[in-house]
């Protein structure tokens, strides 16, 4: 939050407060044929094109907390993890509409911050911001993003696609957004006194930026595209590895092997788990937040696959009535589960 | 909420309310090519047509209080307020995504109360329900709904197309939603045993159902396509009519003339005012949530739209240097000031 320069929201009133933070938006999709300012936004589709439509809502106090994460970096993210879901159809985002739920905490300086990151995503990738909605909540802040994206039908990535002995690739690596959280958690304890661990951040940068500033895989994307590489199914992962492969093998009615080797992990994700003694696996496997993106492909596209930098096969797709399992680097099998993160969990539903 | 059988929400979790909530959804528009169950929704737009999106965020305490305004009533109202802007821009609405942040506080029951209106809603107005979002909110409900609808390019009307001598028109009756509210209020207070007025909703359903059933009025684009006049420019009617017509004029650069005889005022509205002391002029002029079209057309129209039932024409634009003013009974003209509702007014930001 602000504390040096404060101004009160009510002294711009709700119109007063768009003009401000939507001025100087520039448009950079000939598809936005009409932006903030109407009842809504118009928006042409190119021929042949069929529109990506996916929304996300974020609480505070459940989806993140301020205490550590600056304005800028959660406008930032709030918009990215809107982009991870169009590029997880294999489209292109082009629109989004922002709507804030602001209680009086918050300053007019705070949802300038807020709104720069939002800024930020958008034009690194192309993406207008066409609308939304600005009003007032009774505590905390309320972030509800749509974003709007476009593909040739013809490729587009559905879930429901993933076909027996289909190789399972992953971009980047996984589970280092949630080793970056349990740092800043750790942080946070000793801020209030109730830890005398010191925070030491330094050699965790990549952690941390994999929590506050995560990135939408756009260039996989592209790789792909530019090897004529279509998945046959494809999701971002928010909630871990093992939910998202999941929601594959029912959609799809398949089953999965993934081999514990070849999950790929960053080193310092590894130390920060043998820190906290965590079982680095579990947190690969179960750890939210990573939004890298996981697909299949034909077999007959191994190589391909094999020559893509940041690109890994984890695995691959079996009969449905093999399940889904981990082999571990001993051979051994577990079924996997989808423990990843869930917000209407009782431990995230409080009051 | 629901008192009687109380699931909680934890026993099923996301994916589960999700799959309990949009289970036998039927598809009624043939632009909605993959609805809620991937990343994202695919939508195909017709030929020639251009898409329009709104959104719009509802959080308890400021824009509804559940102590009165029952679950199923309010999922009806949040669909219904963005259908409305849709038809604000001459449009038909297609899909809705719908995104709920629940405190504990919400079992499954009320959960589904909520979207059993909702669905409702969408159902009469041929809407599909895409997707959303379902999460946890450490306090109260917040709603966040975007809508998606169409329009060729050249009937879409805009705010800012409001030329002088051009008549101004608006459907249905003003200030009814407004004075339902504090029909409401008073009878909350009866209830905390804060006043002694005995609530009585007799001879009063009219101004209760505007406020807990708003409708919005595709049955007037209908007529308006019908009797072939394009409105030069359109707005709903959410803040009070002094306010939209403020926009509308800014936006096309002129000033109006509206006179108090030909606001149109329900007799239920008027009754009601009196009781409490208010002045009924202010209350048509100001009170929000009518969900009615505010629109101008050319004079040449005047026939067409005299003759339209459910329509009435209570003033013209002038140049901008007029000003926007009221015309009272007795000849006075007052200055109109958007004084409508305004959710980032202090009073409505707490905490």
Redesign the interface.
Known sequence: MNEQSRT???T???FG?IRRLTENLKVVNSST??GA?????????PEGM????????L?????FDLTYVPLKHLGYKAVMVNLS??Y??N?QPR?V?I???????FCIEDVKELYAGMRLACEQHGVDI???????????L?I?I?A??EAR?ED?V???GARETNLICVSGDLGAAYMGLQLLEREKLVFKGQSDVQPDFAGREYILERQLKPEARRDIIQKLAEAGVKPTA???ISDGISSELKHICT?SHVGCRIYEEHLPIDYQTAVMAEELNMNVITCALNGGEDYELLFTVPIADHEKVSRMEGVKIVGHITQEELGCALITRDGQEFELKAQGW?????E????
């Open positions: 009160e929201i009510a711009l009133g709700e407060l044929c009409y300012g109407d009842d809504c936004a118009v928006i042409a589709q069929q529109m990506l439509v996916t929304t996300d809502m609480m505070e106090g459940v989806h879901d169009i997880a159809m489209g629109q509409t709507s804030l739920a602001l209680s009086k905490r066409v609308g939304g909605d600005t009003t007032s909540s009774l505590t905390g309320a509800s749509t709007i994206g039908a587009i559905y879930r429901n494809m999701i971002d959609q869930n917000p209407l969990k009782d995230n539903m409080k009051e």
